[in-house]
């Protein structure tokens, strides 16, 4: 690849004051003082873009990991020059991680067009940082390819296997019902996330990973190879290669990769996958890069078509490291081949079709099912649409009870975050199992910017009671790693206006997934007067424009869900 003015390597993108040759000169000599010879300095540039960070447990080993790509490069003839941006650990992130994508996003754009650069290695994991680096590399639209962190391996706790975070949930909800003490949850900490990598189930993360792969952002097979299997590093060595073949190859750049057919195979994926509600904010947020709309009826017409055919945890059994032994991304891509647009380029030179024809015929069945024999015959996600979700709302049907699928319910309300805190466990609560909980105000355009919060806890009286699972409504979001009987994403959201946020205790809800509904059955007239009313009207939660810095550009910028959450001026090609 070449940049605008021709040049590779390090006269890529001189400065000309007038004399370019000084620039180079300069840039030359500044490079020499990290210890290059002047031989290295002639070669075209891999950037090496990652995301490790003292904030981001599943990036630990990435130091290792670009050591491997560095000598892929090297092996190739290019130079390998890495550099950090801006890393999401995502348990670590206030108020939200999602916040801070779009942060991220520009931080790779940017530094992949300032920097002389000539092809890339994007390398990240944690549920943002996948999403962040495509959505850059989209805006950059220079040669790119992805390698993940893999999944973490899974550890275990008097015989039980354990992964972050289905398993986080699991023993947390035994120790608020009171069925595991202090100690033994204390013991159960320091065994959940025992190794380098991502979540260890099918959360936001792995997902993200294996709609990378079938974008054909990355090499087959490498969306789940174990975080610590040598497999991984010798994936990141065969990355190393392949970007130094991106090198002038103008027709393998992300927007000839990323096309709509890739985008709709990808859809295809995460409903076979029963993959996180949160990929289909990221997916949308990568395509809106490159002017490709995702929309909502067309999930579900493809979810009418596409089975559940992985058996993973959170809805299933198994766990990541199960799903490579299993035969991994190719495997599912096989099973998918007649679904999907067979002739999507990939970053390697070959197409999807030529990936699956290569693949081990090999599956194993636990984890992997025929097409025929699925694990549910519909797709894991499905988006609904009523008087309080005019955009949509997503429900993660895969993870939910089909027993609590056509349902009417009375409305307990929580206007805030804090509303919610303060009285979920309150002994007074008015609450039954047939309720609908509905949190309002934790939208992307809450002051709370969009918090996985959607997976209300169930009331701790009926908790205790032993209720599992009950209908709750959010324009917030939910980890990828929950589960239960939870509607996300309404759009528009509360605080921006939205018609959810007039909703109040006691109005009667009607859920239908068959229909695809979600509406308020209250008159239209009774929504207006509320809607008239200043205190409790619309937009009541809405987040005051911060005086300065970046909560003030994410408050004026930021898009609804079912626009990816992305901001205005990053959308398109431009
Ligand atoms: Fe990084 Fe779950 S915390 S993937
Ligand atoms: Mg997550």
């Known amino acids: 690849m070449t940049s605008d003015d021709g040049e590779t390597g390090l006269r890529r993108g001189l400065t000309n004051y007038g004399d370019r040759e000084f620039s180079a000169y300069l840039r030359r000599s500044f490079a020499s003082s990290m210890g290059y010879g002047s031989e290295m300095l002639d070669k075209p540039i891999v950037g090496i873009c990652h995301s490790a960070s003292g904030f981001n447990n599943c990036h630990r080993h990435f130091p290792e990991l670009i050591e491997a790509v560095k000598r892929g490069v090297l092996a190739a003839g290019a130079l390998p020059i890495e550099f950090p941006t801006i890393s999401l650990g995502e348990v670590f992130l206030s108020p939200t991680s999602l916040k801070y994508r779009n942060l991220m996003s520009m931080d790779v754009e940017e530094m992949a067009r300032a920097q002389p650069i000539d092809a890339l290695v994007l390398l990240g994991g944690c549920d943002k940082t996948v999403p962040a680096q495509l959505m850059g590399a989209a805006s950059a639209d220079i040669p790119a390819i ?69 974008l054909g952002m990355m090499p087959a097979g490498a969306a789940a190879i174990p975080a610590v299997d040598s497999d991984r590093l010798r994936m990141a060595e065969q990355t190393g290669r392949i970007a130094v073949g991106l090198i002038g190859a103008a027709d393998r750049r992300p927007s000839r990769i990323m096309t709509p057919e890739a985008v709709e195979n990808a859809l295809r994926v995460l409903l076979a996958l029963g993959g996180s509600t949160n990929a289909i904010i990221h997916l949308t947020a990568i395509a809106g890069r490159l002017d490709i709309p995702v929309d909502l009826a067309r999930l579900n017409a493809l979810s009418d078509s596409t089975p559940v055919l992985v058996d993973l945890k959170p809805t299933g059994a198994g766990y990541m490291e199960d799903l490579h032994a299993a035969g991994g991304m190719p495997a599912i891509l096989r099973e998918l081949r007649h679904l999907l647009h067979l002739d999507c380029l990939t970053v390697t030179g070959e197409t999807l079709g030529d990936r699956i024809a290569a693949a081990d015929p090999w599956v194993d069945r636990a984890f992997i099912r025929p097409f025929a024999e699925p694990v549910r015959e519909t797709g894991g996600l499905v988006a609904l649409f009523g008087n309080i979700a005019p955009r949509g709302a997503i429900l993660k049907r895969s993870a939910a009870d089909p027993a609590l699928f056509e349902r009417e319910g009375r409305a307990v309300v929580f206007t ?23 949190l309002q105000n934790a939208g992307p355009t809450s002051a709370a910017a969009m918090p996985e919060a959607g997976y209300l806890p169930i009331p701790a009286k009926l908790a205790r009671a032993g209720v599992r699972d009950m209908i709750r409504i959010s324009d917030a979001r939910m980890s990828g790693t ?60 809405a987040a005051a424009t911060p005086a300065r810095g970046y909560s003030r550009l994410y408050q004026e910028q930021i898009l609804q869900a079912d626009e990816g959450c992305d901001f205005g001026f990053l959308k398109g090609t431009g």
């Open 146 to 214: 992805q390698l993940v962190a893999g999944p973490m391996s899974t550890g275990r706790h008097r015989g039980e296997r354990l992964g972050a975070c289905t398993d986080c949930r699991r023993f947390w909800a035994k120790f608020r019902a009171g069925q595991i003490d202090a100690e033994e949850i204390g013991a159960v900490e320091q065994r959940l996330a025992s190794t380098a990598g991502t979540c260890a189930v099918m959360g936001t993360a792995s997902t993200m990973a294996a709609l990378a792969e079938t």
């Open 416 to 438: 805030s975050l804090e509303d919610l805190a303060a009285r979920i466990d309150d002994p007074d609560l008015d609450v039954t199992e047939e309720d609908f909980l509905i």
């Open 482 to 541: 929950a589960y239960g009987t939870i509607v996300l994403h309404v759009a528009p959201d509360a605080a921006s206006g939205g018609p959810f946020g007039l909703v109040r205790d006691g109005d009667r809800i009607r859920l239908s997934v068959e229909d695809r509904k979600l509406e308020l059955l209250v008159d239209a007239a009774e929504l207006a007067r509320r809607a008239a009313a200043p205190a409790s009207g619309p937009g009541a939660g």
